[in-house]
């Protein structure tokens, strides 16, 4: 039997062996406790540092198998595509990034598979000079292929042509950086128009580490954001007590305009700026850091800002005593948060192979298996008089949360699940997986 176990278990491939051991994970208890500890002090820590600002009723989401499936593929594209600007890859690899990426060409049917992977493959294959740089970009550089599998192409593109002998290479490369690199992103001012973002190339070279972490395949394809947490500010009062003189600037000017716009758009500053604040503070505070028992992960305190609106301020950290558990923890505006919900500019659902779809199921049974699949498993952070609690959502709650703004209320969609759930409840349908 143990000889039976261990020849499926050498059976399968790096992505598959990593889903499993982090579905396993996802199912620990003492993860799930502390990752709700940490969320209930952050929050607390907050509302005391910064009194009388007002925020939505914080909520945590645990990682749907989907959505971690996905996030090893990406992790795993990522991977390669560093090792292949760096170095180089093996045949054998090179295989492995071609399937990943011929896979997320399919997943969108509005390309045209054979026209958009023809360039991929000589990219991938090929000596770079028998690669039409101009067609490459026409067929790549496109809103229906993600922006992190651009980001893999295009390094490969980058470290490619550096290694190469082509006539005009640095006027090649110049080009390049003025349309998706660093000076993309100092032209506009948006940190993510930097899509090449090479500098993550160059800070590998010569750092024997970090290579050996990216070699690392199991290690590299752990996802930390496995748990996650995030709270919206909605308002921040005219006499909030801080120090920040740009905070307190903001906040003197929103108080002395009669602008309803400019009120608004100072809410907006004051709010990014606080999160600016708080963020570094979360990642540099030792004693609550020791408190939590947690470490924050190199290079993931940021912020981010997009061309459509995004702005919020991210960070991941991991517990000290099993660095298997990790968290991510998000700060964001209600307009942020409004744009990122349902059909917003901003929202999973206008990205590209993200669609909030219901699945199609022949019976009950089969869209209750299929959501467990999809779904996140979302909890609400409650404060009352006894303090901050947490409350979990029941798959109903977890279909409209994942599912908002795509299902209305009397529509097709959601008189289907209202009656799926109906039905479960009078069978007795175990929802909880």
Not at 153 to 179: A, H, M, T, Y
Request: charged residues 35%; proline residues 3%.
């Amino acid at each position: 039997m143990n000889n039976l176990k261990e020849h499926y278990r050498m059976d399968r491939n790096a992505i598959e062996e990593s889903f499993i051991n982090q579905m396993c994970l996802k199912k620990d208890k003492e993860y799930e406790e502390w990752a709700d500890n940490v969320g209930i002090e952050i929050i607390e820590y907050f509302l005391k540092k910064y009194k009388g600002i007002t925020i939505e009723m914080p909520k945590a989401r645990e990682k749907s198998p989907k959505s971690l499936l996905g996030k090893i593929k990406n992790l795993q594209i990522e991977r390669l595509s560093k090792l292949y600007a760096l170095e180089g890859i093996e045949e054998e690899d090179k295989n492995k990034l071609y399937t990943l990426i011929k896979e997320r060409i399919y997943e969108n049917e509005e390309l045209n598979v054979i026209y958009t992977l023809a360039p991929i493959k000589t990219l991938l294959y090929n000596e770079i000079e028998k690669l039409n740089i101009k067609e490459f970009e026409e067929r790549i550089m496109i809103r229906g292929i993600s922006n992190s599998t651009k980001t893999a192409l295009l390094r490969i593109l980058v470290g490619k042509i550096q290694n190469s002998k082509i006539p005009e290479k640095e006027e090649i490369l110049e080009e390049l950086d003025k349309k998706y690199g660093k000076k993309s992103a100092i032209k506009s001012g948006i940190i993510e128009d930097d899509i090449i973002r090479y500098s993550s190339i160059e800070a590998l070279k010569g750092n024997q580490i970090k290579i050996n972490r990216l070699k690392d395949e199991m290690t590299f394809l752990k996802a930390n954001d496995l748990r996650g947490m995030k709270f919206v500010v909605v308002d921040v009062p005219d006499n909030l007590e801080t120090n920040n003189r740009k905070i307190k600037e903001i906040l003197k000017i929103r108080k002395e305009t009669k602008d309803s716009k400019k009120k608004a758009t100072c809410t907006e500053l004051a709010i990014i700026e606080i999160g600016k604040e708080f963020y570094e503070d979360l990642a540099t505070n030792k004693n609550l850091l020791k408190k939590l028992n947690m470490q924050v992960i190199p290079d993931s305190n940021k912020h981010k800002k997009k061309s459509d609106g995004y702005e919020a301020e991210h960070i991941k950290f991991y517990n000290r005593t099993n660095p298997q558990y990790t968290l991510e923890v998000q700060y964001k505006s209600e307009y942020v948060e409004t744009i990122c919900r349902g059909e917003g500019i901003a929202s999973h659902q206008n990205r590209p192979g993200k669609k909030r779809i219901l699945p199609h199921a022949i019976n009950n049974i089969e869209l209750i298996e299929k959501l467990a699949y999809t779904l996140p498993k979302y909890k609400i952070f409650r404060r009352d008089e006894n303090g901050i609690k947490v409350q979990k959502f029941d798959m109903l709650r977890n279909v409209m949360g994942y599912y908002q703004g795509q299902i209305l209320p009397k529509s097709e969609e959601y008189e289907k699940v209202m009656k799926v759930f109906n039905y479960d409840k009078k069978e007795n349908i175990q929802t909880e997986r």
